[in-house]
């Protein structure tokens, strides 16, 4: 049916801020899917409703053939749903070895294995040089690229990339974009957050745009940058790119 | 009007409970104004309490002055202090995580705490004044005028507080800075100033609470252990950093303490204290008033 | 990967546990023993503390309740059932894990400071639960367990000496624990999960178990030393089984050693406890408030000016003269420390 994740009239309301509204949208097994929107559109709390920290009010969401809400994030990853973080979250005093172990131990407790698949990730993303730095000392790129591969060390069928491009400069945005084409090539279903443009455009198979929380469009790159719908939402609101 | 006794004896409890969490109202909203600005849970906040009260212990018996009165002095002396704990202690443990924001205030309580008792001896001292044991009734129940006094006072203070956060411009900074240090920074607030002003005004408070309660209420090293207590739960039940919730939450707490004793018995303050935590935790984790739980 | 140790290393291990077993045979000033005695036994709460504190980073000041849970539960089942304590000591450990259980469901939804008052809290209610049941525990005057002489499997000794090889014991299980926890895959999960829970959950670390579970072994730890305890001075109440120092100094001794290293404890044992001891025969008689006066110096002095304690010194100390980290086995907590220079 190659359906990974589908997500059903989801809502999150905050008090009196509604920041998700009926949201309805699916991803197809190896597909790259790019959601986005203006500023506080509700793409983070999108990810987080399905990752499970938080719990929506109402709607489903559906991974690999289960409900997933009411799942704790752990289990959600265990499933095979894995996520970066929009400021990427290391653990500061670990090195980058044990940062990324620390994901590779959910499926293989053995310390050796586990060691092997964490170099694999970190080989990945280009981080082998700096195996034995501390987390904390990296700088924000290299934090990025770490929170990566400790996704990657979890081995996700869905990964779920939380603005992994922004702030980056055009050669670095290259790299980032043709790691992430490596992964889908891989099979990786992907999920992506993101401002930067280009890197939508080409990365992404299908997108889905937010605002306030609403779906206002969707449909293939094309589509949806014609979409006047999409111009006035972008246009109409303070936001700007980086 | 002739009210059922049992309902005489809850109407008194009631009340004092309302008067006495008056007090917890100033030591917890220093506790969530600290919290809030600065991001540190102080321990020591009941050391200040004790602190004012021995300030306005020597001041009675050693030059008459009532102790309610002598929080002009103790306010400002203890505003001073704070001033000096941000910026000797406090700022040196920002951002450095929970373990040194916890136990650096932590040791200083125990240090003042046992300071305390090396200066003055465990000893309980009371300072009587001429109203310390005159009530007045309010239909069926007893009001202790020191105690009517002091929530007056408390509830003012609180209330200048509240207005001073919200009108004045170091008030809003001090929200900004509570709500979102970074953005804060960005609009020019100098953080260092907003947090020594938000440090002292939080320890003014809790001078306040020592002198108001001194006419009626025994001092001893440990005695701010007590308020401390009953404080960070209140803040807790208020949610973390919202100034009026903790508020109203001290006032529950002091109906619910006062509840307590009367049915259950003297020592059950904790118990209070501890069935309060429970519930929050089940059944709303951040508090009464929405927010973080951290 | 093993852990590869030099001949140097291994030997000079073997001289120090050589010395450590003789040295009730060599010392025979009773009240030099008697520190000794105290130091393996605080090192040894320490260590219990630091698996919860140092490496999860959940900062309970409450482990007062599992000390006084074993030391109850011990003498309960020794005078009113003439249950030997070592196996009483084994059922208060087990006591100490049950209520690990509720208080860990109740105080692990709150984070950081507030997790740390909600642990006071629960260590007083206890205590003031003990205060107050006449019945079943003695109340507020507590009991003398009844000195049988030297009856071994009574665990009551006239050799302090004994009682020194029981509090090294239980040391060494201790350590033995720590040691295995650090290197295994629960010494990165642990970590992880002190260092940003919600980041540690993305990874497929579950959090709620793992605290859970290194809670139970952490109130067991120091529920034995409870019995221990109160095996070694022959009297309970609820005051001293449910002591607030005994929560303070859990935490006090692992913070000045190196908080959520092996040896930690130990060093902050091995510093705070002589110094103590010798602060009060100095002062003649139990000035309580001089104790805790400084002990809460050296917190406030460790906290601002080398958090991670004193072994972090030491380690760095160690790195400079040698350039090379000690040890190297890619351990979570070795793995962290490499290259680490601790000022930050």
């Known amino acids: ?104 131990l959910l499926r293989d407790r053995t310390l050796q294995v586990a060691h092997r698949r964490a170099c ?9 040089d700096k195996e034995g730095r501390l987390a904390c000392d990296l700088t924000a790129i290299d934090q990025r690229r770490l929170e990566l591969a400790r996704a990657l060390a979890t081995a996700p069928r869905l990964l779920l990339l939380d603005e992994v491009i922004a702030g980056l400069n055009s050669a670095e945005t290259d790299q980032a974009v043709a790691l992430v084409g490596q992964l889908s090539r891989r099979g990786v279903t992907i999920v992506i957050v993101e401002h930067v443009m280009r890197a939508v455009m080409a990365i992404a198979q299908h997108i889905v745009v937010l605002d306030h929380g609403r779906k206002i469009a969707e449909g293939g790159p094309k589509e949806v940058a014609g979409d006047p719908t999409v111009i006035s939402a972008y246009l109409g609101s303070s936001y700007s790119h980086a | 009007m002739l009210l059922s006794p049992m309902v005489a004896v809850i109407a008194q409890a009631l009340v004092n409970g309302l008067l006495i969490g008056g007090i917890y109202a100033l030591v917890s909203i220093g506790v969530t104004l600290i919290f809030g600005v600065v991001k540190i849970v102080n321990f020591a906040q009941g050391e200040f309490v004790m602190i004012g009260m021995y300030i306005s212990y020597w001041l009675a018996t050693r030059t008459g002055l009532d102790p309610v009165v002598s929080l002009v002095v103790s306010m400002p002396l203890l505003f001073l202090v704070g001033v000096l704990l941000q910026r000797f202690l406090l700022r040196r443990v920002l951002g450095l995580g929970d373990m040194p924001q916890i136990f650096l205030t932590f040791a200083l309580s125990l240090l003042l705490i046992n300071l305390g008792v090396l200066l003055f001896t465990a000893d309980y001292r009371t300072v009587d004044t001429s109203y310390t044991n005159s009530a007045i009734h309010i239909g069926p129940v007893y009001v202790g005028v020191a105690r009517l006094i002091a929530f007056v006072l408390a509830m003012l203070l609180s209330g200048a507080l509240e207005v001073f956060l919200r009108t004045t411009d170091l008030g809003k900074a001090m929200r900004a800075a509570a709500q979102n240090r970074d953005v804060a920074m960005l609009m020019g ?58 508020l109203l939450a001290s006032l529950m707490m002091g109906m619910g303490e006062s509840l307590g004793i009367q049915f259950v018995g003297a020592d059950s303050g904790l118990i209070v204290v501890f069935v309060v935590l429970l519930l929050t935790l089940a059944l709303r984790p951040s508090g009464l008033f929405g927010g973080q739980t951290r | 990967m093993k852990r590869r140790l030099r001949p140097s290393a291994v030997m000079g291990l073997t001289a120090v546990a050589l010395a450590l077993v003789l040295l009730p045979q060599i010392v025979s000033n009773p009240f030099a023993v008697d520190i000794c005695i105290r130091v393996l036994l605080f090192a040894f709460i320490g260590v219990a503390w630091n698996l919860l504190g140092g490496y999860a980073k959940q900062l309970s000041l409450g482990h007062s309740a599992y000390f006084g849970l074993g030391a109850y539960t011990s003498t309960i089942l020794l005078i009113r059932y003439g249950v030997s304590p070592w196996i009483g000591i084994v059922a208060g450990g087990i006591v100490a894990m049950l209520a690990s259980l509720p208080i860990g469901a109740l105080c692990f939804r709150l984070r950081g400071p507030y997790f740390a008052i909600a642990t006071i809290a629960t260590a007083q209610v206890l205590m003031l639960l003990f205060l107050k049941f006449r019945d079943f525990a003695w109340g507020a005057e507590g009991t003398t367990i009844p000195n049988l002489g030297n009856s071994p499997w009574m665990m009551q000794f006239d050799a302090k000496a004994a009682y020194y090889y029981v509090a090294l014991i239980l040391l060494g299980i201790g350590l033995a624990i720590t040691s295995w926890v ?81 040896w930690g404890p130990v060093v902050g044992t091995l510093l705070l406890e002589p110094t103590s001891a010798l602060v009060q025969s100095w002062l003649g ?35 400079r003269m040698t350039g090379a980290a000690p040890g190297g086995a890619p351990t979570a907590t070795a793995a962290a420390r490499k290259g680490a220079s601790f000022d930050g």
């Open chain 3, 182 to 262: 650090e290197r295994s895959w629960m010494g990165y999960y642990l970590v992880a999960l002190g260092e940003d829970q919600d980041a540690a959950e993305a990874v497929g670390v579950n959090v709620p178990r793992i605290k859970r579970d290194i809670y139970l072994i952490s109130a067991f730890l120091t529920g034995l030393a409870g019995t221990f305890y109160v095996q070694y001075i022959y009297f309970i109440d609820p005051n001293t089984a449910f002591n607030f120092n005994v929560s303070v100094e859990a935490a006090l001794v692992s913070i000045v050693g190196g908080i959520g290293t092996l």
């Open chain 1, 1 to 104: 049916m190659g359906e990974v994740l589908a997500v059903q009239g989801l809502s999150k309301r905050f008090g009196g801020l509604r920041a998700v509204q009926d949201l309805s949208f699916s991803v197809g097994e190896g597909q790259t899917l790019a959601l986005i929107g203006p500023n506080g559109a509700g793409k983070t709390t999108c990810f987080n409703l399905i990752t499970g920290y938080y719990r929506p009010d109402a709607g489903s969401v559906r991974a690999f053939g289960r409900d997933l809400v009411g799942l704790r994030p752990h289990a959600v990853c265990a499933h095979g749903l894995a996520r970066t973080f929009q400021v990427a979250r290391p653990f500061g005093k670990m090195t980058v070895l044990a940062n990324v172990m620390t994901g590779a």
């Open chain 2, 189 to 246: 607030v100098n953080p260092d100033h907003v947090f020594s002003m938000a440090v002292g005004l939080s320890l003014a408070m809790a001078g306040a609470a020592g002198s108001l309660i001194m006419p009626f209420y025994s001092v001893y090293p440990g005695v701010g252990q007590v308020f401390v207590l009953m404080a960070f739960v209140a803040v807790v039940l208020g949610t973390l950093g919202n100034v009026r919730g903790a």
């Open chain 3, 285 to 319: 008689g139990s000035r309580g408030g001089v104790q805790l006066t400084l002990y809460a110096v050296i917190l406030m002095a460790v906290i601002l000016w080398r958090p991670t304690g004193l072994l972090g010194i030491l380690v760095g100390a160690y790195e």
């Open chain 1, 120 to 128: 694999e990730a970190i080989e990945f993303v280009g981080l082998s």
